[in-house]
T-cell receptor, first 115, second 115 residues
Framework: AQSVTQLGSHVSVSEGALVLLRCNYS??????LFWYVQYPNQGLQLLLK??????LVKGINGFEAEFKKSETSFHLTKPSAHMSDAAEYFC?????????????FGTGTRLTIIP | NAGVMQNPRHLVRRRGQEARLRCSPM?????VYWYRQLPEEGLKFMVY????????ESGMPKERFSAEFPKEGPSILRIQQVVRGDSAAYFC?????????????FGPGTRLLVL
């Protein structure tokens, strides 16, 4: 069975500072990994995803994440935080099971940006 | 190209009533997933459907919950005899196919409140 752990349910960073949101996963097969962002009272928007190939994945809004198999991690980073980055971020995993791509989500990290 | 549509956006029901949640996938998408988000938690997979078929309902409560995705029209998540514990945000996501890893696109959600 697959699972996702997001360390830190709340993270606060100053505007312009580095953003680091942590995600560790557990999967019995090579995983597909995703980061989604959720703004208040809205649905989820895909930030980036890792399937195969290059382990450093670039996404929208300046975010990127690196797949580290040895550490079973897929941490999300952004070099310089912007006020508009304040939202809830979810890491998710989908096992390589063609025919059913259901996602298993972490519990989320709420990112606050300090002016 | 309209995104995933869900209606209603907000639904209030009294205990014992029925709740019907609708999801219209993106144009060209024939795969629908339903997820439930309880307060302060991540999303939990409920059911995966293709047109006229339930593929995986391993996340659905055994009683009172049902889902369908008819040949014509939206996917419906139906909750009979609602209880307070059903209060949550219900999201559907759609994807185009599962022969490759396809991104799931999420709707804005239906927020169900059971009084």
């Amino acid at each position: 069975a697959q699972s996702v752990t997001q360390l830190g349910s709340h993270v606060s960073v100053s505007e312009g500072a580095l953003v680091l949101l942590r995600c560790n996963y557990s999967s019995s097969v090579p995983p597909y990994l995703f980061w989604y962002v959720q703004y208040p009272n809205q649905g989820l928007q895909l930030l980036l995803k890792y399937t195969t190939g290059a382990t450093l994945v670039k996404g929208i809004n300046g975010f990127e994440a690196e797949f580290k198999k040895s550490e079973t991690s897929f941490h999300l980073t952004k070099p310089s935080a912007h006020m508009s980055d304040a939202a809830e971020y979810f890491c998710a995993v989908s096992e390589s099971n063609f025919g059913n791509e259901k996602l298993t989500f972490g519990t989320g990290t709420r990112l606050t940006i300090i002016p | 190209n309209a995104g995933v549509m869900q209606n209603p956006r907000h639904l209030v029901r009294r205990r014992g009533q029925e709740a019907r949640l609708r999801c219209s996938p993106m144009k060209g998408h024939s795969h629908v997933y339903w997820y439930r988000q309880l307060p302060e938690e991540g999303l939990k997979f409920m059911v995966y459907l293709q047109k006229e078929n339930i593929i995986d309902e391993s996340g659905m409560p055994k009683e009172r919950f049902s889902a369908e995705f008819p040949k014509e029209g939206p996917s419906i998540l139906r909750i009979q005899q609602v209880v307070r514990g059903d209060s949550a945000a219900y999201f559907c996501a759609s994807s185009r196919s599962t022969t490759i890893v396809e991104t799931q696109y999420f709707g804005p959600g239906t927020r169900l409140l059971v009084l």
